[in-house]
Every structure is written in C-alpha cells, then in structure tokens.
C-alpha cells in the first residue's frame, strides 16, 4: 500500500523538473520575455488541470474511447522523439519550430513534458489500485506539481550559473537522453500490447 509521501515523491521524479529545465528553457526562448513567466505557469496549471482530470476520469476516457493505455504510451514516445531530434540539431524556430515571440500552447508543455505518458500511467494505476483513497493521491500530486513549479520558475537563475554555451550542450546532452526515454516509452508500450493481446 503506497503512502501519500511516498507517491508524492515518485509523481515528483516522473514529472522529472530538473531533467526538463533545458527544454522549458529552450521553447521559451522564442517567447516574448515578458510574457515567459506568464506562459510558463499557464502550461503548468493546464498540465494540473490534465492530470486531475486523468486521475479522476482516466480509466472512463480510455474505455470510452477504446483506447488502451499502451497507445498513450507510444503517442507521447513519439512526440517525446520528435522534440528530443530537434533538440540535438536545432532549427529555426526553436525546439518546436515556433517563430520569434510565437507562444506554445498545451503541447509540448503541458503535455508531454508535465502531463507525460508516464505520469498518467501512474495516476491511473493510482486511482485503479486504491479508488477508495482519492483526496491522498489528490494531495500527493499537488505535493509533486508545487516543487515542479517552483523549479521551473527559476529557470532564469539556471540560465545565468550556466550561461548560453553550458545551456546549449545541456540540451544537446538532454536531447540524447530524451530519445533514449521516448524510444523506452514506444517500446514498453510496444510490449505492453503484445503481453496484452497474448492474454
């Protein structure tokens, strides 16, 4: 049986702050630098708002769409992939190819990069495992969400310690990791199929 803390504390690693800072950063560089804070806590309360839902209502949503928890899975591997290529050989426009001062909305960060595959998968099972036990898995992720938040806030203070160049090789060294995660996404969601339909 989890504890609250404890599944704060692994809905905090799947959110993954840290390891996201360089992309948030990157995709924010093309927006207007006084409207970065305002967009960065927009995505960040549509990502909430998403896994509230999905925690509460993920389960009906799948089977009402017929959708299987493996598809969501190989969905956000791929758009993962998509973001992590570009990352590595950057483009005009930045890692999601918007024009100068153009803002993004819900995709990519909100979702996947908030909202991922792996973080509802968790909140799922969550909510399938213990159903009787809703406001600690409520209380467990906002106890995750707000420290995101915060991190991510500052992601100014980063910029000046690790100044343009140690920032460009972050997100190159970020980018090789996202693809290795978004190929292990597709792939265990691949697998998670196939188990299934052997069953």
Do not use: C
Request: proline share 6%; aromatic share 8%; glycine share 8%.
């Amino acid at each position: 049986m989890m504890e609250t803390l404890s599944a704060a504390a692994m809905l905090f690693l799947i959110m993954d702050p840290l390891g996201n800072l360089p992309i948030f950063m990157s995709i924010l560089k093309q927006v207007d630098p006084k409207r970065r804070r305002i967009v960065l806590i927009r995505e960040l309360v549509i990502a909430l708002a998403i896994m509230l839902l999905f925690l509460y209502t993920g389960s009906a949503i799948l089977s009402f769409l017929h959708l299987k928890q493996e598809a969501v899975s190989i969905a956000g591997g791929i758009i993962l992939f998509l973001i992590a290529i570009r990352m590595i050989f950057p483009q005009p426009g930045g890692v999601i190819g918007l024009a100068a001062g153009e803002e993004p909305l819900i995709v990519p960060m909100a979702i996947p990069l908030v909202a991922g595959p792996s973080i509802l998968a968790a909140l799922l099972l969550l909510a399938n495992q213990e159903p009787g036990r809703m406001t600690d898995w409520t209380i467990a992720l906002l106890a995750a969400w707000v420290p995101t938040t915060l991190i991510l806030l500052f992601s100014q203070n980063f910029h000046k310690w690790l100044g343009e160049r140690g920032l460009t090789a972050m997100e190159k060294l970020m980018g090789m990791i996202l693809v290795m995660l978004s190929v292990q996404m597709f792939l265990d969601g691949i697998a998670d199929y196939l188990e299934a339909s052997m069953h």
